[in-house]
């Protein structure tokens, strides 16, 4: 098993491999990035939470212009958190609707020099309606 690293640093990897945001204790507030005060209630102290894996597509952006078309796409996370983040397997534009059900899926990016892997994540469309 090589070593791995995330790309971003609020993915979680491991045996179960999940996004980490961190809540504002007053508001409850989810933030990606780290910061010294809540944007929407000025609150400091914040908690760090991890986030479903599971989630609803709310829109989405097929990008054509580059050697390998995909699709960007923003989810809502079951239970709190909203996420950019790429859509994988859709070659099909039919395929995706709107508040399709996804689910996080890791995946290596590069590999450097000492063999370190590089772990992206992205969202796959669960299969059937629910
Ligand atoms: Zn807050």
Do not use: W
């Amino acid at each position: 098993m090589p070593q791995q690293i995330p790309v971003v640093d609020y993915l979680e990897l491991g045996d179960r491999p999940h996004l980490r945001a961190r809540e504002c204790t007053a508001c409850g507030a989810l933030y990606f990035d780290r910061r010294n005060a809540c944007a929407k209630c000025f609150g400091t102290e914040f908690t760090a939470r991890a986030l479903s894996n599971h989630g609803r597509l709310r829109a989405f952006t097929f990008v054509h212009r580059v050697k390998r078309p995909f699709v960007s796409a923003i989810v809502e996370l079951d239970g709190g958190g909203v996420v950019k983040a790429n859509l994988l397997g859709v070659e099909d534009p039919e395929q995706i609707t709107p508040r399709l059900p996804v689910v996080l899926e890791t995946y290596a990016v590069g590999t450097d020099d000492e063999g370190t892997e590089a772990i992206a994540f992205g969202y796959r469309p669960q299969g059937g309606e629910k």
